[in-house]
């Protein structure tokens, strides 16, 4: 997705290297197509050539960039340029302010099981919910039976085509990977 982003300014002998990470929870087949991805950018840096890693979001915020750098910067000086995070964009476009004043904020996996998630849910004025995908069903419930169903939104594939926004009693049952929900129990921050 991320190279879909920036074709236009790739340029047309730019060698590229996909590093496929297998989206598993274990985490060993992760670690070694991160091991292998950062061997081959090391070969390029040990040759004098720069390498830039397209990245969706902020390559520090849930992203596999930060395995990459992890690997390499021991050796190499890495220059990272921030990006916007998802739940910065999905707030942005549902108009919905993330916190103000003393107001907490969580950003949660949906992986997590349901006692940490409500947990989360329950101790900030807002919390944001990532990763749903296959997980939408369950969490979807939990936010339900803690009756935040009126303050949750959905948000889809922010700022990319087809996205999405709406309260969470319209969204779809099955949600892609690149979605979250937003749940604000405290909707006017300007009181």
Not at 3 to 14: C, M, N, Y
Not at 16 to 33: G, N
Not at 142 to 156: I, K, N
Not at 178 to 184: H, Y
Request: aromatic fraction near 6%; hydrophobic fraction near 50%; proline fraction near 7%.
């Amino acid at each position: 997705m991320a190279r879909g982003i920036a074709a236009a300014h790739v340029a047309a002998d730019a060698e590229e290297i996909a590093i496929d990470i297998p989206m598993t929870r274990a985490r060993e087949p992760a670690q070694e197509a991160y091991d292998a991805g950062a061997a081959r950018i090391a070969a390029h840096l040990g040759a004098g050539r720069d390498v830039v890693c397209l990245c969706e979001g902020d390559p520090m915020f849930y992203g596999s960039f930060m395995y990459l750098q992890a690997r390499l910067a021991p050796r190499f000086p890495v220059e990272i340029v921030p990006g916007v995070t998802s739940v910065s964009a999905a707030a942005a476009l549902a108009r919905l302010p993330l916190s103000a004043r003393e107001g907490r904020i969580a950003v949660l996996p949906g992986t997590l099981p349901d006692e940490a998630l409500r947990a989360g849910l329950l101790a900030h004025e807002t919390v944001a919910v990532m990763k749903l995908g296959r997980h939408f069903g369950r969490v979807r419930a939990l936010v339900e039976s803690l009756d935040l169903t009126d303050r949750a939104t959905f948000v889809a594939r922010a700022t990319l085509a087809g996205e999405a926004v709406m309260p969470l009693s319209e969204a779809p049952k099955e949600a892609p990977y690149f979605s979250l929900l937003l749940i604000a129990k405290d909707t006017d921050p300007w009181l």
